[in-house]
């Protein structure tokens, strides 16, 4: 059977407190690329090689996520969540960091990515948002095309 977008993502078999789930969900990501820039510890995932939307602290036990957040939204999922801090070496007003420990649910987690995606894409220019098929990228479907279980 098959779904379309952010629905189809949310009932796919990923474990995100694994690295190889959350680095394959990561990087079906609309323009998503996964690099080293700051070392072997950390993945950063952008969205054309420009802009960051996720950083995976992958050698951690449990894994960390770095997102970027709405300033209120932040302050709000960490005073209800204890996995989720402010941004760990992040301008801490703008970016959480979601420790992935099983303790948050699944669809919380898969948000919280989709938005921070969002966020990058409204960031980016006219001319880029128009290559990521935008306002379809930003709005609802990040992934910019159906996505099959793997």
């Not at 951690?60 to 996995?83: H, S, V």
């Amino acid at each position: 059977m098959r779904l379309s977008g952010y629905r189809q993502l949310m009932e796919l078999a990923f474990d995100l407190t694994q690295t190889r789930d959350v680095r394959r969900f990561l990087c079906q990501m609309t323009a998503a690329s996964e690099d080293m820039p700051f070392g072997p510890d950390a993945l950063v995932y952008k969205i054309l090689e420009k802009r960051m939307f996720a950083l995976l602290m992958w050698n951690r036990d449990p894994l960390a996520l770095n997102l970027k957040c709405d300033p209120n939204q932040a302050l709000i999922l960490r005073e209800q969540y204890a996995a989720i801090a402010p941004g760990y070496h992040m301008n801490k007003q703008h970016w959480n960091t979601v420790t992935l420990d099983a303790s948050l649910p699944d669809a919380l987690v898969i948000s919280m990515i989709h938005n921070s995606y969002t966020l990058v894409v409204n960031q980016l220019s006219k001319k880029d948002q128009k290559l990521l098929g935008y306002p379809t990228a930003a709005m609802g479907n990040p992934y910019g095309r159906e996505v099959n279980s793997i």
